[in-house]
């Protein structure tokens, strides 16, 4: 027997700070989060869509609802500024 389950969730994504006013290189981001034992899961890739961060791309933070603090890239951030959807 097979099952296959799809659960889909709805998050209220606000703007936070742009990767100008950020200023923090993704790689350096991860080093230190990694030297101080926390986790590093949730902020590798853009929330909205996925997108891996290099260590030298600077990430826009975003507030999610339910989520708190997360990443995105200028793509996805200049999408929430204007107030628009992922599939727009």
């Known amino acids: 027997m097979k099952v296959t389950r799809t659960t889909t969730k709805t998050y209220e994504v606000s703007s936070g700070c742009n990767s100008k ?4 290189p993704f790689g ?3 080093d230190i989060r990694v030297r101080n034992n926390q986790s590093v899961k949730q902020f590798e ?7 891996r961060f290099s260590d030298d791309e600077i990430p826009n933070v975003v507030v999610v609802s339910s989520k708190g603090n997360r990443f995105s890239c ?3 951030y200049e999408k929430v500024m204007r107030g628009g ?3 727009e």
Not at 21 to 24: D, F, L, S, V
């Open 45 to 51: 890739s853009c929330f909205i869509c996925g997108h």
């Open 85 to 87: 959807g992922r599939d």
């Open 28 to 30: 350096r981001f991860i």
């Open 21 to 24: 006013k950020w200023g923090m």
């Open 74 to 76: 200028d793509t996805c």
